[in-house]
């Protein structure tokens, strides 16, 4: 079992309305702290949306995840596992955004993430919007590119918006590619639906070798079946899972600036995360909740729900590895 | 292609928040413009609930669903569809209606879609409560009985209420047919269900060849074996779609008067539209849309995605026509 | 037919929104009115919540419950059943509670529903916190253990919180077996879900013979298999029947204070009662509607819907024995 | 004192949150009812809102009413006045309207108010849009045209909407003194604001006699100044008082249909109530509480206060008439 | 009296919730439409947030706001004034932003505002954040620095935010003076109140001469003389006038990102506007509604209703001149 | 100055939604914690709302305060105080309940406070129901009986609810003096108002000497004249300083179980605590502000700001003691 100290506070002790809210009631060790060198997964919120190109708000999501992560108990019911006797977990706090200049924040997150990486913990990122996994990659990319198993309604492949800028959050991806972080030919995008620009980003896509599961596909198939071959696209090799809440139908997901109907249910939503097993995970988010527009919350308990499933997939390698 | 002039703006040149609200971010054509003439669909507002029994509100929809509609972009990801390639499509702007006159209100619409037709546009309703149907059929309904397709929780088919009152938004469909509007032997009602005062409506559909389509026989066969049979109602005769959005489950549309639990989710309610390729449609609304009930926009939301695929099959069978 | 004293109020004659709204619009008859004797079916309120250890609520849940049911009308659509035709039904008005001692709400609970019984009244309770269904236990177990199908996500087989509290709405079903008020050989939980404390519950449930049906078996299975193997625990004898309204997603339930996601939907929620046909039903409840947490009222929507539900089960099986 | 039957329930012994919600806790005593002839004032709700010219919703304003209004207990703590102690209250329900039919609903509401005007009883009404007003009168004015003191910010005293339309909430007091039902001498009107069509509401108050007290001369004169002039119009004739709830500023009652920036508090809005002591009150109404436009019930708990404040003055005056 | 053209839609005609949203139901005029020489007030909404240090928001403002403004009538109730009479209005749409590039978005501003100044119009601009009145200045004030009266519970005056960054809705009027586009001395701000990070902005103020007046100081002296004093700091010469809707008290003004307890009620916050009669207005604006803490719109309508008062001084002003 | 360990987070560097969410974002410091020694007044939460009568949920009171306490800046605007730089502040955490136990909670607290007692740290706490204030007071009162300033609508000095539960919201000030932990004649309670049970609280307060100021008293003296007697009652002896939030209009604060209309606006309710320079605190808390009701966080917004405003004069008051 891990250590005493990384235990999360139990709601049979304090009130799940208590006490200071941390992620899932682990306790606070940022980067400075002296305890950083025990911790294993690193819970990290992103309060950044400065990509967002239509609705903004998930810069307030680490923060409503937070509170809502107190809800989460320490075991998985249905498959057992209880990651935080499996691996140290904290909570590290956020990291420092600029709201008023994004390129400064690109290159804090960057920062922040190759010290991370450098600590030798795998993050748990709470978003933020799309383009924080953009500076993510960055940070943790050091050794060459990796692969990635991304849900999503959206590709996020397009080259730019507004005349040229670069940088949002329908773009990270296209960047990914080009920066040489990501291996498109290891990239697989599961969910995608909604109206459509143009074929641009599915052309990309095409192009280098990404792998576009729309939803009729994802439906027709069954999640065992298309899991399966995410499973086989990310392979062995160091691998990144990108989870954007619009993945999941907007009735159990409406907190979210660019919803898409026609998605899967929350049961389908986690079965996804539990059929991650097996893969080498570097790195997980769950980015897009946007609290604004979804003051009950409803969206953040989803949220921090995928993000305990994520954390017990990746509990369980990580100790496997041991 | 279509006319450049009828070509929606792009979220890519002016972000989806800004610029006035026309339906889909279209141009704004009024019936008085010189350029209706080459107005193919035209997208029209019909702010009326005077038929609502219960909880008023669908009043207010057409403006909500021109809000929420600027998220609509050019394509159907899924069909690959683009409907204003194909046809020119208009924002006519709303039907005035009388709210403090009921007979007054179904004449001013009654003539305005008389208008329509006559100027050879096919129309695409968003309401409004489902009495907004029976003006919309008498204005259209010029060279004898239409069939209709009708997804709702209600049948609409009762006789009167609270003591003799004949024009409901429970009795639009008995008067459509008693007025030789409809064809009940084309008629179809999918979706069924929620309790009921009485088997009055049952009994009068049964007694006309009206066909009901309970919920539990929808899920029962799926959806590509009740919309063959819709289909085959039909006929190639000119027919017309009413949508009721109480069709969907409440907790992908609660914002409605009259809502049923148990009903489909948000991908079955596109995918019954996607079915209707092929069915000679002359026009078709998308009801009960109440924003009071609903401030958040989820189901206008999943009101104009409705409304673009119909959209998507309207243009695709009129372009095909040509 | 039943007296037409105890019909509902048609929506035809008086529009829903309109009067003092009792459940479904039925009379309210107090347990001291003279009337009560001629009650078969009584729906009461049980506005308590002392037992719920996060977010407290559902003493608010009976009143929302009424308003919302008077949208409920006479009939059921699907099965046809018209339940106040079948048995005299009546609003029996709430149970009072004492909020600020929970043992005196537990021994105020039990003296009531022991009159309840003693006037061979059945009971379909509107909660209230999980706890309520301890004392209605002790009030209608009077000749030996009964049996019970359970809907929820969670077991609620805890032994106790804080340091010892042993009356939580975490508790009531280890207490009710504690006491012999349930038979636990024939008691079985049906949708059990979410992140775990431990495994202690189980433990208990596995030791005394509680038959726990997660949710993952439950779609796995199938609606009627697992409904058939209910049926089958409960047998002939008398059985209760308690609906924690969390066992449904909380997409559809969203107002319940610990929501647990990835479970049933709304058409779901409603076939698994209508199952139920068959059991010897001597009491039911439907527990943890939470109104703070949805002011809009739809899980009060759903919470009366299956409630509608649950009664015309119980009134065509009282007229079937009778 | 008065008959213990009719002393509200107290939340020593029944928590507020608990019982089927009447006005104030009082019992119910139907129009048919035998103990009907024992009421000296009688408080009805008017669930309709056909007369609303934009945002409807004020047919569910007694239901929110009648739910707040648990909240009100028997005394005033200010004035010391015991209501229920001095007269015999009951909550006597709804006057049904007809929501399909306009002008059937007002000889409905006509017919009732004659009932209570013969019956003996003064009623406290809960509307409903000020339409409502205007059958009110119809009912109470049998004996010849009564003053008026109106709470508002709007006149009502338009001729007609939409191309002729004469009846709508806009249009009331224009009807009433047309139809002999005031004495516009006796009339004033205090509060009014707003932006305005045009000056023909104004035109017609002063061609009549109306007194119009704006908001600028309300807040420079204060309230017991304006209210001396109020009471001194109405002289010591029968009068009746009209109380729009959007006389009070929107951040103090936000849920109302046509809300005007600019007006009194709540402490001032109770105040002018205050000041009617010694009006020969005949009758008097608070309207245009619209809950869609707020869930919250913050108007509604405003509305109930304000009807207790109205409460108090009347059971005093009438207990000192005997 | 104007052109009917630019006459607004009545409610009388069309009900005030039917037909596309414009500010205040004028004509939609943009900058490259041929009638826009003859327009005199240009309403326009400047969808951007940007420089939004923490909650964002207002991108959403001006469509809220236009959706709100179709209750605004033809007429002041209180002074009379007649503006759709006296000038031609019209809507100009919206500044089309660029959310992803603050630089370009500060240069698309400032070349639509040189646009609009040459086309000799008046602005009355609906935000936004506060940054967008930094390059509405540029644009407006070539010809020398312009005079300033600013409502807002902050300065605004600060050098930079987060390391330096010198663009946010903290900075605009330091900028301003800096660039020469205000002239401090003419500048006075009303209202300021709240928490302080640290005095740099009041020291700033008083080093160049910019007159701050708190909200004690405003409570203590009175509406009449600090608005006689803001009209002498301005002086005859151009004046631009910017109102923050955090001026106001939250109770009145929920939905904006940063407020301030303690502040005027919507009264005083009218009375302030009606006080500028007599000032050389060349624009002004309303900025920071932000819809998404405010759902039910009740601070756009505040908003809208302020906007409407700045026009009838502007229009009044303006016609007074010709 | 103060311990730099002690100073906030500023906005300047960490945008205001980021960072784990403590008081005013200081440094969470435990009782167990070794820095615990240097802290001067510590911010402490109170989730528990176990003797709350009607509406419950301030238990989610600390953690709502914390996220929007953010917000606070470093100094007072209006009185220049910047108390973190006169005091070592922290955030204590909360104190831990037993939501299932009324008297083991009144146990824990009273341990608790004679906690921070024995430490030297004066509270200023963050409830919770006015129950909390007990045991508060049984920690802090162990040399004698204190003096107390009360801001409320309500007395809280009823013997007991519901055939005689003496612990509630309702009755904390009786069990005070009658336990000797308050000395009656030095305290006076302010802004009662609202409907009434009886007068046995005001009966109570006369016979033991507590000092009641109703709402008409305070608005027709003035806050200055109001406040000059209560500090004249207090004294210069150890005085505790109680501010329930629903001493304030519901319009400011209405997020609160039980509001009463006809309050102070938020302007007062700040300057009431300004005027309390000079008094001898030994602790002060601000209760009853219920999340669940006000899910925007205006109330918890209002909330910090008093809190804040209290620390100010707290600090002030200890620093000028050392």
Excluded at 136 to 145: E, N, S, Y
Excluded at 162 to 177: K, L, W
Excluded at 259 to 273: L, R, Y
Aim: charged letters at 20%; one cysteine or more; aromatic letters at 8%.
């Amino acid at each position: 079992m891990s250590d005493p100290f990384f235990q999360p506070v139990s709601g049979f002790d304090l009130p799940r309305f208590a006490g200071v809210p941390t992620f899932m009631r682990l306790p606070h060790v940022s980067l400075d702290d002296p305890r950083i060198a025990e911790v294993g997964i690193g819970l990290v919120g992103a309060p950044w949306d400065s990509g967002t190109t239509n609705r903004a708000g998930p810069r307030h999501g680490p923060r409503q995840l937070r509170d809502l992560s107190t809800m989460i108990r320490a075991g998985n019911g249905a498959t057992g596992v209880r990651p935080f006797e499996l691996v140290n977990c904290a909570d590290l706090g956020d990291v420092p955004p600029n709201p008023a200049d994004l390129q400064d924040s690109l290159d804090r997150f960057t920062r922040y993430y190759s010290r991370i990486r450098e600590a030798g913990i795998v993050p748990l990122t709470a978003g933020g919007d799309h383009l924080c996994t953009l500076p993510i990659l960055r940070g943790l990319a050091a050794d060459g590119p990796l692969g990635m198993i991304h849900f999503d309604s959206h590709t996020d492949l397009f080259h730019s918006y507004f005349g040229g800028s670069m940088y949002t959050h329908g773009t990270p991806f296209r960047r990914a590619v080009e920066e040489g972080l990501l291996d498109p030919k290891r990239v697989v995008q599961i969910g995608i639906r909604g109206t459509a620009y143009d074929t641009e980003d599915r052309d990309f896509a095409e192009s280098v070798g990404i792998r576009v599961i729309a939803i009729e596909e994802f439906f027709k198939r069954g999640i065992e079946d298309v899991m399966a071959e995410a499973r086989s696209i990310a392979g062995t090799r160091p691998t990144y899972v990108s989870y954007d809440i619009d993945f999941v139908d907007p009735a159990f997901a409406p907190g979210t600036g660019t919803p898409e109907v026609g998605g899967p249910n929350s049961f389908q939503a986690i079965q996804v995360v539990r059929e991650l097993r097996g893969v080498n995970i570097v790195g997980a988010d769950l980015v897009e909740v946007s609290p604004p527009f979804d003051p009950s919350g409803a969206t953040a308990w989803l949220g921090v729900s995928l993000m305990f499933e994520l954390l017990c997939v990746m509990a369980e390698q990580m100790a496997a590895a041991t």
